[in-house]
């Protein structure tokens, strides 16, 4: 008996099966195509589909080559579903899903819009998982990595929302981490490559930029320095050959305290290109992280904008980096808060190959002790348009910081799954709609059942903006604990070398990033930057992100900032408690466990939130003396 659940892939019985889905025939021979196979005889004996000698069936027809499309047609009373044994696998777990939402299967065809999508994996080799909320690492146990059971079903749910790339390790590699480049796990990481490459799924490490001095005994890392291209070239042709499932590293340098090329007075792009050439031989990439900045402050500096920071260090080397190397840029310039502008970087890159990075670890989004779903989030980035076009269209691939780990459900939270879900399924297509990934979430997770379905997909889209209006409005971020990331602190980060702050007085707030303050704005270009420049154009949910005001401003709706400020936190800590409310009323009617599960969570998220109301009302009611326009208690 397995002791964790199977997520979105737990096919409930349907009476209203068509009749071909007792009889499945073709033979695929790649592992992927077998692996179809095997999804389908499981999945549609566990939709109910009575096993049948003869009659109307579905026909596999595997395809030569590595593609990953596939297309439906229709034949002789029954589907025929063809394509390359990894077309084949994404087909089967899409017919499955529309058969389990009791969708009509219609001809199609079907391709992933970006060719690498994936997740990144903070796991520690000491099963710790560095902003882990989901239990231990069920990749790394007892100090060294594993292959078992749940690889394989991990795998599968990679496979069945099209994610194809996994990066096993933390990017701040430490410890027994730093082995894995050695020789002494190859064959374990064999294993886990063949187990994941079975569904399709490629394997990455995330390996230390020293580890020719941390683990080749030399004097440097400089990546222009002979002996050090060579230990790489060498340790590269091993580790390729020992791990065929493996497709190359992420590597996160120069950025909080990790080595990097600046150490040796060399580019970014020189230290990227040279593990991009040790690579290339085996068909391997790189995907080198932005995440560059300062991080020992002076908080009395008001020059230093950690905003600045990536696109400063990244925009003059563009067209600088090797075809087969990925910069990796985070969704926005500071860090995964719950609402930045998006990235100059992937606005403003022209020749340079870019990977958005999400953040499903809700490290600054509640824990997966709160609920806050991200796919409106996501969106938001895919579809944000710069001066050459969407997000979305210029990505070459998206990753996203893995929400997983080894407690029974995954996720921590119940609701937290529908965060993987639906990152997996935006990578196959940026244009699906949010609402649309919540039923379907909901519809595969607790079955048919319309009250259901209608709840949670009003719990998770009305989620996000209401972790916002508790935590941070209108852009302003970092008012959490520092270190921990939970709960209130509003003046934790102030005084602090990480940099972020909003500079808070009794008369003003916010950082001023406009052509009188840090000139940020400008990194957008001279359409963007000049609506974000302004505080009268820059969008109000964005307002304290880009300009310092004072607390009497004027909001679009004649209301001043602080009690905009006020008011949200109000209205956030409200609707927690009513989404809390929709929660309980679908008792007896999804799974009991996950019932107590999730209204402990809600109990939690409802606390928390009126802490955070209390405690940022309090602060700001103590800074100002302005009191609540609504009379309403403001203090703790
Ligand atoms: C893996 C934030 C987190 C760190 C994380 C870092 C990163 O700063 O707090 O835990 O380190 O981002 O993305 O590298």
Not at 22 to 50: D, N, V
Not at 78 to 93: D, E, I, M, N
Request: glycine share 12%.
């Amino acid at each position: 008996m397995c002791d964790y659940s199977q997520l979105w892939l737990d096919w409930k019985p349907r009476k209203d099966l068509p009749p071909w889905t007792g009889r499945i025939i073709g033979m695929p021979a790649s592992p992927q195509g077998k692996a179809a196979l095997r999804e389908l005889r499981e999945g549609l004996a566990a939709l109910g589909a009575a096993a049948k000698e003869d009659g109307p069936c579905l026909r596999l027809e595997e395809l030569p080559g590595e593609g990953e499309g596939y297309s439906l047609s229709f034949e002789g009373g029954g589907p025929v579903l063809s394509g390359p044994g990894r077309g084949l696998l994404y087909g089967a777990f899409a017919l499955l899903r529309q058969l389990s939402l009791g969708e009509s299967i219609r001809p199609e065809t079907s391709a992933p819009r970006y060719p690498l999508r994936m997740l990144d994996h903070w796991d520690n080799a000491d099963g710790s998982v560095e902003r882990g909320y989901a239990g231990s690492s069920f990749f790394f146990r007892g100090g060294r990595p594993v292959c078992d059971a749940r690889t394989r079903d991990y795998a599968r749910l990679l496979a069945s929302v099209g994610l194809n790339g996994c990066c096993l390790n933390n990017v701040n590699v430490s410890g027994e981490a730093l082995e894995l480049l050695t020789g002494k796990y190859d064959q374990t990481l064999r294993e886990i490559g063949d187990t994941l490459e079975e569904y399709g799924v490629g394997l990455w490490l995330s390996v230390s930029f020293a580890a020719p001095l941390d683990r080749g005994g030399l004097p440097t890392a400089d990546p222009l320095d002979p002996a050090v291209r060579r230990w790489w070239g060498e340790t590269c042709s091993r580790l390729f050959r020992a791990v065929p499932g493996l497709r190359g590293f992420l590597v996160k340098a120069d950025s909080e305290g990790r080595p990097g090329p600046q150490t040796y007075g060399r580019t970014q792009a020189e230290g990227a290109n040279m593990l991009g050439s040790a690579v290339l031989p085996f068909g391997g990439r790189i995907l080198w992280r932005c995440f560059v900045y300062n991080c020992a402050q002076d908080w009395r500096d008001s020059q230093t904008d950690r905003a600045r920071a990536q696109y400063d260090t990244f925009a003059p080397l563009d067209g600088a980096f090797a075809d087969n190397v990925l910069l990796q840029v985070k969704n926005g310039p500071v860090d995964f808060q719950v609402r930045e502008p998006v990235s100059p970087l992937l606005v403003r890159l022209e020749r340079t190959k870019r990977m958005v990075e999400f953040q499903l670890a809700q490290e600054y989004t509640g824990q997966q002790r709160h609920v806050c779903w991200l796919a409106p989030l996501m969106k938001e980035v895919l579809d944000f348009a710069g001066p050459a076009g969407k997000v979305k269209d210029r990505a070459d691939a998206l990753c996203a910081v893995s929400n997983t780990g080894d407690d029974p459900n995954w996720t921590g939270h119940d609701l937290a799954a529908a965060n993987l879900y639906a990152f997996g399924r935006l990578c196959w297509d940026p244009d699906l709609e949010a609402g649309s990934l919540a039923r379907e979430w909901a519809g595969l997770t607790f079955g048919p059942d319309r009250l259901v379905e209608d709840t949670v997909a009003d719990i998770l889209l009305r989620s996000r903006e209401v972790y916002e209006r508790y935590t941070a409005p209108l852009g302003l971020g970092w008012l959490c604990t520092p270190g921990t990331h939970y709960g209130p602190s509003p003046e934790g980060y102030e005084y602090d070398r990480w940099g972020p702050s909003h500079k808070a007085t009794c008369r003003e707030i916010g950082v001023e990033r406009g052509p009188g303050g840090t000139g940020m704005t400008a990194q957008y270009g001279e359409v963007l930057g000049a609506r974000y420049g302004s505080a009268d154009t820059c969008p109000e949910e964005l307002l304290l992100f880009f300009h310092r005001l004072p607390y009497d401003y004027r909001m679009k709706d004649g209301r001043t900032l602080l009690q905009r400020i006020y008011d949200d936190h109000f209205l956030g800590c409200a609707e927690a408690e009513a989404m809390a409310a929709a929660w309980d009323a679908l008792e007896g009617r999804v799974p009991e466990e996950v019932f107590r599960r999730v209204r402990a969570r809600f109990r939690e998220q409802i606390r928390s939130a009126r802490e955070w109301r209390d405690v940022v009302n309090s602060w700001l009611y103590r800074l100002t003396l302005i009191p609540d326009g609504k009379g309403r208690k403001i203090y703790l």
